[in-house]
């Protein structure tokens, strides 16, 4: 015999309060009685006040009696007293079911995840009726695929409906929310079965220590695995149309295994497609090889990685990676002197540079437009570079001319001054420009600024000299400095890209050089932000499903085609004093009742019992017995 809704000793607290408010309200009873008098004369006002006496004892003890036997047996039913023991009640179990990528790999005619599918469903039938389930889905992150449920059919559905991810398990994770989980809202707890063959990511050595209430059913999954592990890409820096590629290949089982591993680019679709090289490898039983291609283009296309022979999880034996092109500026030169300014933009291949007379002037042109000691008509639409502009209708107001100035300060932090430090040379002569908010003072002498970068659309750059045309045309400085002016304008076409091609996971990125992570942009796919940390030079962000993920920080640019499965690092052994296995089946025999209806009918029939005894209806039942005998009396002393 047990409660179900209210514990033992909340029972006593509940009826022992109800006891002393009734044994209170019964010692404390002071009704008035009405008497009745034939005349006046028998009322004798007393000088003082009769003190009334309290009542130092129950007057009705049979009633009170009845009272608390009917409410014991009201509370009796309200904390649903049951025939039986609580061992029979339900309990919360956790279906861990392992979803991660390794679960569609095959044996034999079925895969994996059909395997667990069956499990999950027998460990569910072999479950006491009462008791409650929930279904978590594992791989990188433990999904709840139910709430806890006594409907069995909600819970056989959700396990129908589960399907291998393309990530790893993350075994910790799942087993700590399943752990949290349970217990919650005061039911009892009972097992977390983890069903899955235990290939897991690596695994937190911080991690808490595993459930006591874990049974494990293994899955067996002799598969034989032969896959691309990470491919890598990088643009030579020698030569700007060469294609470094790296790729990584492992042997996920136990047997030596030789695989080819080819190499083809074109447009997307598998017509059109060149051959980009192949190679042959031989791997160990759990080996991983690395190999590495060169591939000459300039143009965007599909490169594909392949393995063959395909295995029984072929999901990693292909990728793709998509190539971008190379950027090229367009650059319009208006100079009556196009020789001074041919060999700098020579010097840069992005560069494709088109030379025109001044008098042939168009403010249509695209990309970018360099105006040598001209002042056009209209002022392009597309960014500028204006050398050694005439005083009257220079894009930034002329302050003063200076002679034979010596050249006195670059400003570092602005972009178009990058790497410059000369100083030693003099300009014969030179514009100083008067600046405005937000202006950048790339290059001054004493007298002020003569190199100055006014942001916005479009961009305008104006130098107060030619660089060829004084002493600066011996420095090195001046590459440099048309360089980064046309990094500042156009960076796309100096940015520098590195294309991986990967499994969807966590992703840890090591940057060449230093970073704000203001300067950094994540994004997917769709252009929607991939949150991220930074720490130092490390940027660390997660994707869940395969994809695109496109990383900017300063001039360089970083794409990776996650599209390739997260498999396993290890196997998990399961603790020794883990359950195993599913338990056998066994027919639970229901051995509690309900007795709340029986208790709250005799409690209901107890107090109306104690109503018709000692309540108002017995004394009013006396009272019209008392008025009826007083009238016979009278009437018989009348005859």
């Known amino acids: 015999m047990y409660f179900l809704n209210l514990s ?24 008035r009685r009405k008497l009745v008098v034939s005349t006046l004369r028998f009322w004798i006002a007393a000088e003082q006040p009769a003190v009334a006496a309290r009542r130092r004892r129950v007057q009705q003890p049979w009633s009170l009696l009845l009272q608390l036997i009917s409410m014991a ?8 007293l049951r025939l039986g023991t609580p061992a029979q009640a339900g309990r919360d179990h956790v279906i861990v079911l392992d979803t991660s ?7 034999g005619d079925r895969t994996l995840m059909d395997v667990a599918r069956d499990r999950a469903r027998q460990y569910l039938k072999a479950l006491p009726v009462r008791d409650r389930v929930m279904l978590v889905r594992a791989d990188g992150m ?17 396990i129908a409906a589960s399907e291998a991810g393309a990530t790893a398990l993350n075994l910790d994770q799942a087993l700590v929310f399943a752990r949290h989980v349970q217990g919650q809202d005061g039911h009892r707890v009972g097992e977390i079965a983890f069903i899955g063959p235990g290939r897991t990511a690596p695994r937190d050595a911080a991690a808490t220590a595993l459930p006591r209430n874990l049974r ?11 896959g691309l592990r990470k491919i890598g890409m990088r643009r030579s820096g020698a030569d700007s149309e060469l294609w470094e590629i790296y790729v990584a290949v492992r042997n996920y089982g ?6 080819s591993l080819s190499l083809d680019f074109g447009p997307p679709g598998p017509a059109g497609r060149v051959a980009a090289g192949s190679r042959s490898l031989t791997l160990a039983p759990g080996a991983e090889s690395e190999a590495s291609f060169e591939y000459r283009t300039s143009a965007a296309g599909m490169l594909g990685v392949h393995l063959l022979p395909h295995d029984s999880y072929p999901n990693d034996d292909h990728a793709e990676l998509e190539l971008p092109a190379q950027p090229v500026l367009a650059v319009v030169v208006y100079s009556a002197q196009p020789e001074l300014l041919r060999p700098v933009l020579a010097a840069m291949p992005r560069i494709a540079a088109v030379y025109r007379r001044p008098e042939n002037y168009r ?8 105006l040598d000691r001209f002042i056009p008509p209209r002022r392009p639409r597309a960014d500028s570079l204006w050398i050694d502009p005439p005083a009257m209708g220079s894009p930034i107001p002329v302050r003063t001319t200076v002679e034979q100035a010596a050249f006195s300060r670059w400003d570092t932090e602005h972009p178009g001054a990058a790497g410059l430090r000369t100083k030693d040379f003099i300009l014969d002569h030179a514009t100083v420009f008067e600046v405005g908010a937000g202006d950048g003072r790339i290059g001054e002498v004493a007298a002020g600024p003569v190199i100055v970068a006014r942001p916005g659309k479009p961009k305008i750059v104006v130098l107060g000299f030619h660089p060829v045309l004084t002493g600066m045309r011996y420095q090195l400085a001046t590459p440099l400095l048309f360089a980064n002016l046309l990094r500042w304008m156009a960076p796309e076409i100096f940015r520098r890209y590195e294309i991986s091609g990967g499994s969807v996971g966590a992703v840890k990125l090591v940057m060449d050089q230093d970073t704000a992570a203001a300067d950094v942009k994540v994004t997917a796919d769709d252009g929607s932000a991939v949150p991220f940390t930074m720490r130092e030079r490390t940027l660390n962000f997660f994707s869940g499903t395969p994809g695109g993920v496109k990383v900017v920080a300063g001039d360089r640019e970083y794409l990776y085609s996650l599209t390739l499965p997260e498999l396993w690092e290890s196997k998990w ?32 029939l107890g107090l109306l019992a104690e109503w018709v005894l000692y309540g108002r209806f017995r004394r009013g039942m006396m009272r019209s017995k008392t008025m009826a005998f007083r009238a016979a009396e009278t009437s018989g002393a009348r005859r």
């Open 8 to 31: 033992f000793l909340q029972f006593l607290a509940v009826f022992g309060t109800i006891s002393a408010i009734s044994v209170a309200l019964y010692l404390l009873d002071r009704s």
């Open 73 to 80: 047996l009201l509370l009796l039913a309200i904390g649903q």
């Open 101 to 107: 990528a390794w679960m569609a790999g095959r044996s």
């Open 142 to 158: 433990a999904t709840p695929a139910t709430a806890f449920e006594t409907d069995r059919k909600k819970i056989e559905s959700a």
């Open 216 to 226: 494990v059913i293994s899955i067996p999954d002799n598969v034989e695995n032969v």
């Open 254 to 259: 136990v047997r030596p295994h030789t695989v």
């Open 363 to 370: 403010d249509n042109d695209a990309g970018m437009v360099i």
């Open 573 to 604: 052994t399961p603790p020794a004093d883990a359950r195993l296995g599913v338990p056998r089946f066994r027919e639970i025999v229901e051995s509690s009742t309900d007795l709340w209806p029986w208790l709250a009918l005799a409690g209901g």
